[in-house]
């Protein structure tokens, strides 16, 4: 049996095996008719659709993402995520192949669930979602041992994202190249290191904490002070490192490489420089 879509080369196939498949093909129709020049129709096998999870707080997001999917015949969006805490029911209820996770919704400095859930709900993998370039770079390698096959930029076209589903389905890694090729000049590392150099721990802790996005009052009660010490903290970290405002200077906390860790990993570290 063959149905023939009006307007479009597609046919649905039925044979003598029990297999769905599709024909499709890019056609362009004029006022002569079908393009003889078209590229020739592809055949996909819908037993082999990729179940995928989308995990990311903004609905909008979220959206967006999805309709990218949907318009692919190998790829089925069979669920999304906007917390954290949603991973584990989701993922034991609908098993998808890939999930989509962007890293908003990971722990500061950690990567959450991913691992546990991977192992526990394997072949499910992850494909993460970064707009830091200088987050993953030197982690690529470390990431797949985790449940981690691909890391892209939010920057990246769709295709890439598509492209990462269909290799980590497949369990083949699949990294943007720009994470691949980032180096961070080491003369940057050099003045950003000498910079924090002008903080005392206090203020490199006050910094952490702000660098996380946390208001003076937040920090405070991190760090048992007055509202008021953090902000005279606050106010000479941006007169020391020469910022204009907060915003500045969590970005320096980030490029300098001291907003990356956990906070066991960041007071260890601290400790050790004391």
């Not at 393009?35 to 959206?63: C, F, G, S, W």
């Given at each position: 049996m ?10 649905l ?8 498949q ?42 967006c ?24 029911d ?5 098993r ?15 990567i959450?669930?991913?691992p ?7 072949p ?6 970064t707009?830091k ?25 769709a ?45 490199k ?21 007055s ?39 960041f007071y260890e ?6």
């Open positions: 063959t149905i023939i879509f009006k307007g479009s080369r597609r046919r196939v039925a044979g003598a095996a029990p297999r769905l599709i024909w499709c093909g890019s056609v362009r129709a004029g006022p002569g008719g079908f393009d003889p020049h078209a590229p020739p129709p592809r055949r996909i096998n819908l037993l082999q659709t990729i179940k995928v999870v989308i995990a990311n707080r903004h609905r909008l997001y979220r959206e993402i999805k309709r990218v999917l949907e318009l692919e015949m190998d790829i089925s969006v069979v669920g999304e995520i906007c917390r954290a805490e949603e991973m584990r989701v993922i034991s209820s609908l998808p192949d890939v999930i989509v996770y962007d890293d908003e919704l990971l722990d500061k400095g950690s959450g669930p991913i546990e859930l991977s192992k526990e709900f394997a499910f993998r992850c494909v993460l979602l707009s370039e200088n987050n993953y770079h030197d982690r690529l390698q470390n990431l797949r041992k985790l449940g981690i096959y691909g890391c892209i930029l939010k920057s990246s076209k295709e890439d994202l598509l492209s990462a589903i269909r290799n980590v389905a497949k369990a083949d890694p699949y990294n943007d190249p720009r994470l691949e090729t980032y180096k961070k000049p080491v003369s940057l590392i050099e003045k950003d290191t000498a910079q924090l150099d002008h903080l005392t721990p206090r203020e802790e006050v910094l952490y904490w702000l660098s996380q996005g946390f208001s003076n009052q937040n920090i405070a009660q991190i760090m048992f002070l509202e008021k010490t953090v902000k005279n903290h606050v106010s000479r970290i941006l007169k020391k490192l020469d910022f204009p405002d907060r915003t500045q200077a969590a970005v320096f906390a980030w490029k300098a490489g001291l907003a990356q860790y956990s906070p066991d990993q570290i601290l400790g050790k420089t004391q």
